[in-house]
């Protein structure tokens, strides 16, 4: 297969993918690496779909009032930037802690079998993203399944102490290639912006 029908094959959480639409922001060179496969693959099949798959599943969480609205919203939003089609996931109201368990239970689609752990990440659209996308606002929480606090505090006064990361970040709807092109060199707790006083106080948007 070549590069090209590779590309042309990858899909996020069943959307199809259109690789330029909503991209403009991404250098040619990194979409390509997209349909590449990563170093140090184990020998085998490089046309597996393991690796003709990219992206991550988004969780539904908010229900009631005008959230349909706003779920359609962004979801639209996303079809724009990324995608043709979407098949996104209707949780009810449920935590993160039962989000992580669905999630790790394998009720994420292909994105979620990825080989390399960094990239087995999902999206919740819960009621504070409703809110947002109501405001005219489009991000989304990307969420790390694996987070255990205890991993992330620091004793280092160098560097500051206290917690480092939450577990998951808020990012724009403009910027999930970006993100999956930066998992290629990082984990998700040291692409996400810096907690203030452990708090949440910027959006990343690809940067």
Request: hydrophobic share 40%; net charge negative.
């Amino acid at each position: 297969m070549t590069l090209d029908e590779r590309l042309s094959n990858m899909t996020l959480d069943g959307l199809s993918v259109q690789i330029g639409c909503g991209t403009d922001f991404i250098p040619t060179e990194l979409l390509k690496d997209l349909g590449k496969i990563p170093h140090n693959t184990p020998p085998g099949n490089h046309d597996d779909p393991e690796y003709l798959h990219w992206g991550f599943p988004i969780y539904r969480t908010a229900y009631g009032g005008s959230t349909d609205q706003q779920w359609e919203m962004l979801i639209a939003r996303i079809q724009s930037e990324v995608a043709s089609e979407l098949a996104p996931f209707q949780t009810g109201d449920a935590s993160f802690d039962r989000v992580r368990q669905i999630y790790n239970d394998g009720i994420g689609g292909m994105a979620a079998k990825h080989h390399y752990e960094r990239y087995q990440l999902f999206l919740i659209a819960d009621a504070e993203v409703m809110a947002a996308v109501a405001r005219g606002d489009f991000w989304m929480k990307c969420v790390d399944p694996r987070y255990k606090p205890e991993d992330y505090i620091s004793t280092n006064r160098r560097v500051g102490l206290g917690l480092k990361f939450l577990g998951y970040m808020w990012m724009t709807t403009e910027s999930l290639t970006a993100l999956w092109v930066w998992l290629y060199i990082r984990e998700l707790n040291l692409i996400a912006p810096p907690l203030i006083n452990e708090r949440l106080t910027e959006v990343w948007n690809g940067d």
